[in-house]
């Protein structure tokens, strides 16, 4: 078989790659780069996976959509569970709910701009994201306590056998968007609506449904990802989600997912959130300052989509 | 809404019937001016005093810039999200260059530039961010909002790099440096007017004069229309859409230049989410987001209701969250009219062709 071909076809393998390389060279070069570092690699990876799932979810739908509220989804559901579980399981379970109702609701309120009036994804998200900002901004003057609920700080930072929990979070539910992608008539329905959504649309697809169904499981998982995020970090802070903005959009396209949508691969997002954590924790490594960790992340995403524009045929919508 | 392809097809139509509500729906930016005006006059106290509107001349400037450049890029059917990380480069160029001046350590020197090139120096650090942007969407063929997405990030990292982080205070420069002066683009005024309102006024008079009269203008206009079309019939699309993400860049940069004025200060994050408001005037002024359509006088009514909207709120006391949303609600419904108005438009010309 053609290895040209192949790489083509397994788009993902480059992020493989990548993470292969910095792997090597950091353990090789740096004493600092032991087990426990790779835990912690593991982890940040592990919380922007799950962000970056969801956006591969909106991607996927085709003709240059994005979910660009989710860094203001994570920061808003970090307060929801800081505010209203005020640190308690009880709590949790009053939080949960309100945490699930953010994410279906953006989800929602994101498809409803797109579909019924047709905004382009871009600035409707953005502008969401920017509301939901706002929003923060007065969660955080009621913003009164520290305690995080019991339970969610097990999930959160909880390292059964060496292994943080929620690396194991992220790979089941790698693999259960795996599954519904690759093995259900949703997931043909989203690849189809991706791909065309006329042709869809002729074919009998609900590309409406698709595509809403597709921002909700973006803004849920946001969501899910904000509220696990406070536990982590021990609190809820404002622009707490900003990183995943540019990163989540990242991890989808440096994993092999087309950015006009139609192919999506979530081996390869786990792949890319694993390769952006690497960079970013090589350049802190070598102590390079928070502006050029900017920079080259900015960098190398516009250089993996230079590279898969020129190499693979473009779809425009 | 005159301009470009638009024209081609509304402009037999007017002549034959014109329907109230279509006329109504292309005036509907100048409508909402008066509307918000009016409405603000009432209810605001102060609201019409002197030094209410200068203030608010001097706010709606600065967003205007940046919807300016934007109008240009948006008629090409691109968009650019790096704006605002432009305004905070831009003002950090020229803080770091009044600040701390240009040290050369091969010659042992630090030289103090003259206000007017920080300015040139800051304007050509927005052409250049404006060029890699063009340069990735036509060269690279990446995706005008991802391509101006990485350069968000890469503008504003530069930006911290410029000083580590920190703000650059008191920007007054040092009389025996000979750079002093950089206050008067913000604060100055000429006969009363406050001089960025008179940038804003040249700024908008040569924008539109380029947009409506040159061959450059009509190329942009052919562009978004159909591109295909516009290749075809011999148009550098390539080099017209580099050009205006270069106006962009450099529309950008001089906003930058004027908050940073107007503070007397720059500061790395300045400039964040400023790309939102800089669409949202673009998209009011009856700009298309799938390119083709829009005027420079549009959009400048549309940044005097973002900023009236906004200064308005904020005297009623409105809370920030409340603003928001009032804000997004707004650029929801000038997308919506738009759409009803170019349907309309659509349905009279197949019937002034049949009938």
């Known amino acids: 078989m053609n290895p040209l071909h192949w790489l083509r076809t397994h788009r993902w393998a480059f992020a493989g790659i990548g993470v292969l390389v910095l792997w090597v060279a950091l353990s090789a070069t740096t004493a600092q780069f032991s087990l426990a570092s790779l835990s912690g690699v593991a982890t940040s ?15 996927a739908t085709g003709g240059g959509n994005v979910d660009l509220s989710i860094p203001g989804v994570v920061t808003l559901s970090a307060f929801a569970t800081m505010i209203l579980s005020g640190g308690t399981d009880m709590g949790l379970l009053r939080a ?48 009164t306590t520290f305690a995080i609920s019991p339970a969610l700080r097990t999930l959160a930072t909880a390292h059964p056998a060496g292994v943080p929990a929620i690396l194991l979070l992220a790979l089941a539910l790698a693999v259960a968007v795996a599954v519904l992608i690759g093995r ?7 690849m189809a609506t991706g791909q065309s959504a006329t042709a869809a649309d002729l074919a009998g697809v609900p590309v409406a449904s698709v595509t809403a169904t597709a921002f909700v499981f973006s803004g849920v998982l946001a969501a899910i990802d904000g509220a696990l995020l406070s536990a982590h970090t021990g609190g809820a802070f404002l622009e707490m989600g900003r990183p995943y903005l540019l990163q989540s959009v990242g991890a989808v396209v440096v994993g092999g997912t087309l950015i006009f949508g139609g192919s999506a691969t979530a081996f390869g997002t786990l792949l890319g959130s694993l390769l952006l954590v690497l960079i970013v924790t090589t350049m802190q490594i070598a102590g390079l300052p928070g502006g050029v960790q900017d920079m080259v992340q900015g960098a190398v995403i516009i250089a993996v989509l230079a590279a898969a524009g020129s190499g693979l045929s473009r779809r425009t919508a | ?116 090139v920080v300015i040139v120096a800051a304007l050509a650090v927005g052409l250049l961010v404006g060029l890699v942007n063009g340069l990735l969407v036509t060269r690279l063929d990446v995706a005008p909002f991802i391509a101006t997405l990485g350069t968000l990030y890469v503008a504003r990292g530069a930006a911290l790099l410029v000083s580590g982080g920190e703000t650059f205070p008191n920007l007054v420069g040092r009389p025996q440096f000979h750079n002093t002066g950089f206050p008067v683009l913000g604060a100055g005024t000429v006969l009363g007017v406050p001089v960025s309102v008179i940038a804003l006024i040249v700024v908008s008079l040569v924008a539109a004069y380029f947009a409506g009269r040159t061959p450059f203008g009509r190329r942009v206009y052919a562009v978004g229309g159909n591109e295909r079309a516009a290749l075809l019939s011999g148009v550098p699309v390539d080099r017209v859409k580099l050009i205006v993400y270069m106006i962009s860049g450099a529309c950008a940069a001089f906003a930058g230049l004027v908050v940073a004025s107007e503070l007397v200060a720059s500061h790395p994050a300045s400039g964040e989410t400023f790309e939102l408001n800089a669409i949202a005037a673009t998209v009011l002024g009856g700009t298309s987001l799938a390119g083709g359509r829009g005027t420079i006088w549009g959009t400048i009514v549309g940044a005097f209701v973002i900023g009236i909207l906004g200064d308005g709120l904020v005297m009623l006391g409105v809370s920030s969250f409340w603003q928001m949303v009032i804000k997004g609600t707004v650029i929801i419904a000038a997308v919506v009219l738009d759409q009803m108005q170019r349907r309309m438009q659509r349905r009279m010309a197949i019937l002034a062709q049949t009938g």
């Open chain 2, 1 to 116: 809404m005159s301009g470009g392809a638009g024209m081609a097809i509304a402009a037999p139509v007017r002549s034959r019937r014109t329907s109230p509500l279509l006329l109504l729906l292309s005036l509907r930016t100048l409508i909402a001016l008066f509307a918000v005006f009016a409405f603000f006059s009432l209810t605001a106290p102060n609201f019409l005093a002197v030094e209410t509107l200068v203030l608010l001349a001097k706010h709606v400037s600065i967003n205007a810039f940046l919807a300016i450049g934007m109008t240009f890029v948006i008629v090409t059917g691109g968009i650019d999200l790096s704006v605002g990380s432009i305004v905070g480069l831009s003002g950090m160029v020229a803080g770091g260059l009044i600040d701390r001046g240009l040290p050369l350590p091969m010659f042992h020197v630090t030289l103090f530039p003259d206000v007017a």
């Open chain 1, 45 to 59: 990876a592990s919380f922007l996976a799950v962000v970056a799932l969801g956006q591969m979810f909106a991607v």
């Open chain 1, 184 to 190: 259900t008539s949703y997931g043909r329905w989203l």
């Open chain 1, 96 to 143: 949960l709910p309100v945490v699930l109702a953010i994410g279906v609701v953006i989800g929602a309120v994101n498809a409803i701009l797109i579909l019924r009036l047709r905004i382009p994804a871009i600035i409707a998200t953005l502008a969401v994201g920017y509301v939901l900002d706002t929003a923060s901004l007065l969660a955080n003057r009621r913003f």
